[in-house]
């Protein structure tokens, strides 16, 4: 079965930092863009993120560009979302998704439309 499973969110004070995991199994990561979403209370889901299949590329919405990266290790079937000056906007579960098929290589789009498969999410709060 394809799996992803978000870890890492917690409670922290504004302009503190969190690292994200995104752990698959189910298929060879290699061969997929993966993107991060969140989602607020109250409010549609957004794109936060996305990297391509070999990591050479990657896109950032604008409201967290500059204070997020995204990186891959493919090898350990892991994407990560390194979170940094955390806002109380960014107070969201934030979800991992695989890309939907044919393979692009060297490419990814932060839309959710683009993914097919989705992991089970992970609270990120940040609050004083």
């Known amino acids: 079965q394809v799996q992803l499973v978000e870890s890492g969110g917690s409670l922290v004070q504004p302009g503190g930092s969190l690292r994200l995991s995104c752990t698959t199994s189910?298929?060879?990561?290699?061969?997929?863009?993966i993107g991060w979403f969140r989602q607020a209370p109250g409010k549609e889901r957004e794109g936060v993120s996305c990297?391509?299949?070999?990591?050479?590329?990657?896109e950032y919405a604008d409201s967290v560009r500059g204070r997020f990266t995204i990186s891959r290790d493919n090898g350990k079937k892991t994407v990560y979302l390194q979170m940094n000056n955390l806002k109380p906007e960014d107070t969201a579960v934030y979800y991992c998704?695989?890309?939907?098929?044919?393979?692009?290589?060297?490419?990814?789009?932060?839309?959710?439309?683009?993914?097919?498969?989705w992991g089970q999410g992970t609270q990120v709060i940040v609050s004083s």
């Open positions: 189910g298929f060879t990561l290699n061969y997929y863009a």
């Open positions: 998704a695989r890309s939907r098929p044919p393979v692009r290589v060297g490419a990814c789009e932060v839309n959710a439309y683009a993914y097919i498969d």
């Open positions: 990297i391509s299949n070999g990591g050479g590329v990657t």
